[in-house]
């Protein structure tokens, strides 16, 4: 297995070198337009602060957890839903992925980190 060397980013910030991140097809690199994915929302379990919920992707039938929505969201059990996933900077060989879920309304519900080789699971 070939390692990564490590990066110093505080080091590459003082001498104003611009990082490039890897980008993949499947993901939306940061600072670019993220493509929407819609889904549904199949469940929502009230906990004393939070609410966690879960969603289906529309085509592929997979499911995604979210578990730190706000109880003030106007989201019920069959709402439309979108995603939307961004790569995030990590020194890491797999960058991790930030994904966001919005109602349709484009209020941000809730957000989770998954590795890019769980992007299949919600495609």
Request: aromatic share 6%; net charge positive.
């Amino acid at each position: 297995m070939v390692q990564t060397p490590r990066v110093n980013h505080t080091a590459l910030a003082s001498q104003n070198v611009k990082i490039i991140w890897r980008e993949s097809e499947n993901v939306t690199p940061i600072n670019q337009p993220a493509k929407k994915i819609s889904c549904d929302v199949l469940s929502i379990a009230e906990g004393k602060t939070w609410n966690n919920i879960v969603v289906q992707r529309k085509v592929s039938k997979k499911r995604l957890f979210f578990g730190r929505a706000k109880k003030d969201l106007d989201i019920n059990v069959g709402d439309e839903a979108y995603l939307e996933i961004e790569m995030m900077p990590s020194e890491l060989p797999e960058t991790p992925l930030r994904v966001t879920l919005y109602d349709m309304n484009g209020v941000k519900v809730d957000w989770t980190i998954i590795q890019p080789s769980q992007i299949d699971n919600i495609r």
